[in-house]
């Protein structure tokens, strides 16, 4: 009979226990100062690594305010030649915060990524890598010789927000889909090709620009708070221009020249990024 009667109060109390565990998230140190500044059940992360594989689609390349020398043996204007860069492999948090919009049955929130900014290696390839820049002056071969694959490296520190829309909420395998705005941010651009490097070093600059981004992704409920994510991203900046300027080369087979300055070259293009993160993280 006194077991009759406990039973039910034990179980009252292992739903209640439940119930204030499922309500107030992990237990955690720390959880309770986030839950103060952000409340419960909202701020959430997945921590893992992104792979991202850039896409630079050139759209021109432009030599201006040419030297005479540099005149004489190379035409001003639009040159040949495309840009690419490797893909990276980097530790990244995806960082979100749920709203409280009901719209088309909830699941709203906002997200972004954490993580050291990568450096971006800027490359070159076809005739702008294979061919001398200069490779004669009035009929005498200059020995200047082909800039080669390496051309700069830049930081780049992409602030990324995007509005994510979850489904299936009621189920431990939750799709969603997601799309925001990037601004694309770089600091100590600077030149790496040894021809160019010969004589001194000519200055580099990349706009900074908006872009945008779409997202995709699962999230897996594996425990009460903890979660598995697989995310793909597309980022896009439009028509970003970098500049290089005071550039000068060593012309070995003129000697009467210890160098010769050749001009700016202005460059365009979209630089678009494909980005795949892998993480594991629980909600607050």
Do not use: C
Request: net charge negative; aromatic share 12%; proline share 7%.
């Amino acid at each position: 009979m006194i077991r009759s009667l406990l039973m039910p109060g034990l179980m009252l109390l292992s739903g209640m226990a439940t119930a204030e565990q499922d309500y107030y998230g992990p237990d955690y140190p720390g959880v309770s100062f986030v839950q103060k500044i952000f409340g419960e059940d909202r701020l959430y992360f997945r921590a893992g690594a992104m792979y991202q594989v850039p896409d630079v689609v050139t759209k021109s390349i432009t030599l201006k305010n040419l030297s005479e020398l540099a005149e004489v043996a190379v035409k001003p204007g639009p040159q040949e030649g495309e840009a690419f860069s490797d893909p990276l492999l980097l530790p990244a948090v995806r960082i979100g915060y749920k709203l409280r919009w009901k719209l088309w049955g909830g699941g709203w929130s906002i997200e972004t990524v954490a993580g050291l900014p990568p450096t971006l290696e800027l490359k070159a390839k076809g005739k702008l890598a294979d061919v001398p820049l200069v490779t004669e002056a009035n009929g005498i071969p200059t020995e200047v010789p082909a800039l080669g694959e390496k051309v700069a490296e830049t930081k780049v520190a992409p602030p990324l927000f995007t509005l994510v829309k979850q489904f299936n909420r009621d189920s431990r395998l939750r799709p969603y889909v997601g799309l925001g705005w990037v601004y694309l941010f770089s600091y100590d651009s600077h030149v790496t090709n040894p021809v160019l490097l010969e004589v001194g070093e000519p200055e580099l600059e990349i706009e900074d620009k908006f872009g945008f981004v779409g997202q995709v992704g699962l999230d897996y409920r594996i425990s009460d708070y903890w979660w598995v994510s697989a995310d793909y991203k597309y980022i896009s900046v439009r028509d970003v221009t970098a500049t290089l300027e005071k550039a000068y080369i060593k012309p070995k087979g003129l000697p009467q020249y210890d160098y010769a300055e050749v001009g700016d070259t202005e460059f365009v293009a979209d630089l678009n990024t494909h980005a795949f993160h892998l993480g594991i993280g629980f909600t607050f």
